[in-house]
Nanobody, 117 residues
């Protein structure tokens, strides 16, 4: 069982930056693809970015050029650096650990990001 805890959310002004962290414990972190999702009030949860076990990254079009996903396997932690934040980035951000195949998927409890002046 992998336990995931997100942190780093908060209130930031438009144009500002935040760095989210996703700390994993209880499993072999390096074998998981790690993703960040977000869910705004009244909307579906949507994929923001993914980093694979081989360090390949993918981003949703609406965050390309502004967000950067990374991971530090030695610290069992994934990160999401968010720059040039917009009000529409306001959401609860969730971290997911995933392995291809018949394996469970692990989610954190989420961290709130609010972009407002």
């Amino acid at each position: 069982q992998v336990h995931i805890v997100e942190s780093g959310g908060g209130l930031v002004q438009p144009g500002g930056s935040l760095r989210l962290s996703c700390a994993a414990s209880g499993g072999s972190f390096s074998i998981f693809d790690m993703s960040w999702y977000r869910q705004a009030p009244g909307k579906q949860r949507e994929l923001v970015a993914t980093i694979t076990t081989t360090m390949n990254t993918n981003y949703a079009d609406y965050v390309k050029g502004r967000f950067t996903i990374s991971r530090d396997n030695a610290k069992n932690t994934a990160y999401l650096q968010m720059n040039s934040l917009k009000p529409e980035d306001t959401a609860v951000y969730y971290c997911r650990a995933y392995r291809i195949g018949p394996f469970p998927v692990f989610w954190g409890q989420g961290t709130q990001v609010t972009v407002s002046s």
